[in-house]
């Protein structure tokens, strides 16, 4: 999604050939210990209520956070200041420290500090509960229907390879996700293994890229390299 994000870029993702789906995992909507709000519908109502003066934290312009946070913004009717940072461990920091009210964070980094009680953790991003957190609902659920964010990671191969090798390199890849060795690392890490073909990585980058070209626009989100 680079090429929607830049006015000038040197490649288009899209001319790049799927092959394979490797893990996923859900975002979180993270927040300060003494953040007033309880739920996603209590934040919605408090940044309404302040006028534009809610924090967020990103990992950086157009991280996965930034744009979940555009998404928010749009969705609930919101405004935010947005306050980015160079990586996630700063951000952390600063919610922890108090200093910021909000992060679209990993489950891998936020479930550990919020059992720590270092930070609350109000609503799952994915469209799915997770068993990490089975009794906190997601982000559509507790009020902002359609909402969707996670971290994915997948495979592509040069524009123009041939449809043969990307099949035989997906087949390899799928079988290497299903030893229980590759599974159980993944699970240590809260990642779920992401299993399909080529065609399925293709509808995946699709509904992503359909998705966040909405966000960038609604937004009027544009960066300089």
Do not use: C
């Given at each position: 999604?680079?090429?929607?994000?830049?006015?000038e870029?040197?490649?288009?993702p899209?001319?790049?050939?799927?092959?394979?789906?490797?893990?996923?995992?859900?975002?979180?909507?993270?927040?300060?210990?003494?953040?007033?709000?309880?739920?996603?519908?209590?934040?919605?109502?408090?940044?309404?209520?302040?006028?534009?003066?809610?924090t967020?934290?990103?990992?950086?312009?157009?991280?996965?956070?930034h744009?979940?946070?555009?998404?928010?913004?749009?969705?609930?009717?919101?405004?935010?200041?947005?306050?980015?940072?160079?990586?996630?461990?700063?951000?952390?920091?600063?919610?922890?420290?108090?200093?910021?009210?909000?992060?679209f964070?990993?489950l891998t980094t936020?479930?550990?500090?919020?059992?720590?009680?270092?930070?609350?953790?109000?609503?799952?991003?994915?469209?799915?509960?997770?068993a990490?957190l089975?009794?906190?609902?997601?982000?559509?659920?507790?009020?902002v229907?359609?909402?969707?964010s996670?971290?994915w990671?997948?495979m592509?191969?040069?524009?123009?390879?041939?449809?043969?090798?990307?099949?035989?390199?997906?087949r390899d890849?799928?079988?290497?996700?299903?030893?229980?060795?590759?599974?159980?690392?993944?699970?240590?890490?809260?990642?779920d293994?992401?299993?399909?073909?080529?065609?399925?990585?293709?509808?995946?980058?699709?509904?992503e890229?359909?998705l966040?070209?909405?966000v960038?626009?609604?937004?009027?989100?544009?960066?300089?390299?």
């Amino acid at each position: 999604m680079a090429d929607l994000l830049y006015r000038e870029i040197s490649y288009r993702p899209a001319q790049f050939a799927p092959v394979s789906l490797l893990a996923k995992i859900a975002n979180v909507l993270v927040v300060r210990r003494a953040f007033p709000a309880r739920t996603v519908q209590e934040l919605v109502a408090y940044a309404k209520a302040t006028q534009g003066k809610l924090t967020f934290a990103s990992q950086g312009a157009g991280s996965t956070a930034h744009l979940s946070g555009a998404q928010l913004e749009m969705r609930a009717g919101i405004k935010m200041v947005h306050v980015p940072y160079r990586g996630s461990a700063p951000a952390l920091n600063d919610i922890i420290a108090g200093h910021i009210d909000m992060f679209f964070d990993t489950l891998t980094t936020s479930v550990p500090l919020h059992q720590a009680d270092k930070v609350r953790i109000l609503a799952v991003a994915g469209t799915e509960r997770t068993a990490a957190l089975p009794d906190i609902p997601t982000i559509a659920e507790a009020g902002v229907p359609g909402f969707r964010s996670i971290t994915w990671f997948a495979m592509a191969a040069p524009p123009n390879t041939p449809v043969a090798l990307t099949s035989r390199i997906n087949r390899d890849v799928v079988e290497i996700l299903q030893i229980p060795q590759v599974q159980s690392k993944l699970r240590d890490l809260r990642l779920d293994a992401m299993i399909g073909t080529p065609g399925d990585a293709t509808r995946f980058f699709m509904e992503e890229t359909q998705l966040w070209a909405g966000v960038i626009k609604e937004a009027n989100m544009t960066l300089q390299q």
